[in-house]
């Protein structure tokens, strides 16, 4: 890995738009994340506001990133006390801090091509965000993990499915194995990380099925079903993420 460099998109346009694009391909099957209030009103704003804390790992061979992390410096009085709105809470307050000192490194999301998966890179940016919050004279990192393989069971109860392990007796969801192998320590659920609420038109776009009566769907990518309610014409999705700690 002696080929790889850190830079953040704060070093050149180019990298900004290619870290931009490299988000947008990681993610674009979960497009309706997009949709919560907190992602349509200040993601974009934040990551221009905080460029120097947007990661990029470059490959120097190919001069072009293969993996990339958003994060944001957020005051948190008392982590034990972080809330279940999660990642839409950690852009909220970072958006409109009151004033207040940021004490923390709220990561927003490590993003990796298909291409450049299981290669160890999302591990690399784990470690680059402690680094910056030690070089940001900053406490620790919070983040509002969303494991990877709750999608094979949205109708698990998040609090169950955190619970889970595997014949090694270690976490069953690897992710979150992942971030405890790096030092991270598994808070709590936040029930409600993610939320999108929107015309039951919009479910059935992204579903690719007609939504014809009221009750909870599975969605392709989704870590929990949509309530739909076809009364109000409307359907609620609430991603459940996990809190992860980890202390400086």
């Known amino acids: 890995m002696t080929n790889l460099e850190l830079h953040s998109r704060a070093d050149s346009a180019p ?19 997009n ?6 009103d200040f993601y974009d704003e934040l990551l221009d506001r905080f460029p120097d804390y947007q990661l990029c790992l470059v490959d120097r061979d190919q001069n072009y990133p293969v993996a990339v992390a958003s994060c944001v410096p957020v005051s948190c009085p008392n982590v034990e006390d972080l809330p279940p709105e999660g990642w839409d809470w950690l852009v909220e307050t970072a ?7 940021p004490n923390l490194l709220g990561a927003l999301a490590i993003s990796v091509p298909s291409i450049h998966r ?18 940001k004279g900053l406490g620790g990192v919070i983040a509002p993990v969303r494991p990877s393989q709750k999608s094979n069971h949205p109708f698990v109860p998040i609090e ?4 889970w ?12 194995r992942s971030h405890v192998a790096s030092g991270g320590r598994v808070l709590r659920p936040c029930e409600r990380s993610m939320v999108v609420e929107e015309h039951v038109a919009f479910w059935e776009t992204w579903s690719g099925r007609r939504l014809e009566r009221s009750g909870n769907y599975a969605l392709e990518g989704a870590l929990a079903p949509v309530a739909v309610d076809l009364e109000r014409q409307i359907g609620r999705y609430e991603e459940p993420n996990v809190w992860v700690v980890y202390s400086s």
């Open 95 to 101: 958006a409109n801090g009151g004033g207040a000192e």
């Open 35 to 40: 949709y919560t209030r907190s992602h349509h």
């Open 15 to 33: 990298l900004k738009r290619a870290a931009k694009a490299i988000e947008h391909a990681a993610w674009n099957q979960l497009g309706y994340l």
């Open 165 to 176: 392990t595997n014949e090694d007796g270690r976490l069953y969801d690897p992710w979150l």
């Open 118 to 135: 299981s290669k160890g890179y999302a591990r690399l940016m784990i470690s680059a965000l402690r680094d910056l919050a030690t070089s």
């Open 160 to 163: 169950d499915y955190i619970r």
